[in-house]
């Protein structure tokens, strides 16, 4: 079946500028995870949603950053008034349930460039 | 709160040979431990993974990881390296607060491997 899939795969986009980023998980997953990985690290948990709802958004580094999954499926990170320091790699990952038992299935990322 | 180290940042292997790769982890109670592969341009894919029960774990493309508490590790391991297993190696720890779960991964084990 059809994996997670992450759009776009490449974003260019100038400082101060908004970027939405969008997420599709596995069909059924009801909790869905982003994270952000900079150059030469780990990916670093941003939020977690728990069907429509955002169970932990403790990640988000700044009230600039936004997320939203309204019907419970596709999800979008939102970021406004971008920096440089916001240039990454942005996963998106899901699972059948929430918590350790199940596995997170991770999407190719979107690469955020900001100039 | 949580912690993963990985103390190897590059590992240069020829092919055939064996391979170990690093984790440490830091975590009050007994925790989901995972390894996961990044390909360039790829998303992360689950090796393996430890949840409770025998502390060698076997996973996918050959590998294997020990559990081991008395030294807070989780290494992998493969008894013969194939050229193709060159890429990103992440080590990660699940932790469950109440309802909320997140992944914390290391900063990563980069693998060469040579003919």
């Known amino acids: 079946g059809a994996g997670v899939s992450q759009t776009p795969s490449n974003k260019v986009t100038e400082k101060g500028k908004y970027v939405e980023l969008r997420c599709d998980p596995i069909?059924?997953?009801?909790?869905l995870y982003w994270y952000r990985q900079s150059l030469g690290q780990g990916p670093e948990f941003l939020i977690y949603f728990q069907g429509t709802g955002a169970a932990d958004d403790s990640g988000l580094p700044n009230d600039r950053f936004f997320a939203v999954r309204p019907e419970g499926s596709v999800s979008t990170l939102k970021i406004q008034r971008t920096e440089r320091g916001d240039s990454a790699v942005y996963l998106c990952?899901?699972?059948?349930?929430?918590?350790?038992?199940?596995?997170?299935?991770f999407g190719p990322g979107t690469r955020l460039t900001v100039l | 709160a949580q912690s993963v180290t990985q103390p190897d940042i590059h590992i240069t292997v020829s092919e055939g040979a064996s391979l170990e790769l690093r984790c440490n982890y830091s975590?009050?109670?007994?925790?989901?431990l995972f390894w996961y592969v990044q390909s360039p341009g790829q998303g992360l894919q689950l090796l393996l993974k430890?949840?409770?029960?025998?502390?060698l774990v076997q996973g996918i493309k050959g590998f294997e990881a020990e559990f081991k508490r008395s030294q807070s590790s989780f290494n992998l391991r493969k008894p013969s390296v194939h050229w193709s297993d060159a890429a990103e190696y992440f080590c990660a720890v699940g932790a469950q607060l109440g309802s909320n779960y997140k992944l914390t991964f290391g900063k990563g084990t980069l693998l060469t491997v040579n003919p």
């Open positions: 990952a899901s699972s059948l349930g929430g918590g350790g038992a199940s596995t997170q299935y």
């Open positions: 975590y009050g109670a007994t925790p989901y």
């Open positions: 430890y949840f409770s029960g025998d502390t």
């Open positions: 069909s059924g997953h009801t909790a």
